[in-house]
């Protein structure tokens, strides 16, 4: 069994460096890989918020989840469509257990630190020996530690790519 301590990684981000990071990243490296999970896109701006927030699934060609809702202007709710996100998680799910060689969460965030999400996904892959890479808010950091238990590490971007191919291969 390859070593866990190498298998999950995270990039530490803003909500919008790790956003593109990823998403290029997995389009660099989807050629050579079976890859499960997704990655994030901002589009435009709404009236009533920021952007639009939508996951492409990973080893899904066009599955796309729209993972935010519009909940009107003055609205200070969170944006996130959390039934949306789970929707995401679960077809991940799905392409995870017809094999893959490397998992990308778009991130490790609010819901994954409250057992959502993601969550299950992540340690459903490291269980299954297939390694992990997400990216971690600093506000964030201290939960996804607490849920890694020590065997995850921290890569710059410039490291990621490189990690996912050595992973993927120490893993196959």
């Not at 969460?105 to 996904?121: Q, S, T, Y």
Request: proline share 4%; charged share 15%.
């Amino acid at each position: 069994m390859p070593n866990l301590i190498a298998m999950l990684a995270y990039l530490i981000h803003d909500d919008t460096d790790a956003n593109a990071a990823l998403a290029a990243l997995a389009q660099k490296i989807a050629p050579r890989l079976r890859l499960a999970g997704a990655v994030q896109h901002n589009i435009g701006a709404g009236q009533d918020c920021a952007c639009d927030m939508e996951l492409t699934i990973l080893g899904r060609p066009g599955m796309v989840i729209r993972i935010s809702q519009s909940l009107g202007s003055g609205s200070q709710g969170c944006r996130l469509d959390s039934e949306a996100l789970e929707r995401a998680a679960g077809l991940t799910a799905g392409v995870l257990a017809q094999g893959a060689d490397l998992v990308i969460v778009n991130k490790f965030g609010k819901r994954e630190a409250a057992g959502g999400g993601f969550r299950g996904l992540i340690g459903q892959a490291l269980a299954d020996g297939v390694p992990v890479l997400t990216a971690v808010a600093p506000e964030i950091l201290p939960a996804f530690l607490d849920f890694a238990g020590g065997l995850a590490v921290e890569l710059a971007p410039d490291q990621a790519a490189g990690w996912c191919l050595a992973q993927a291969q120490t893993a196959a």
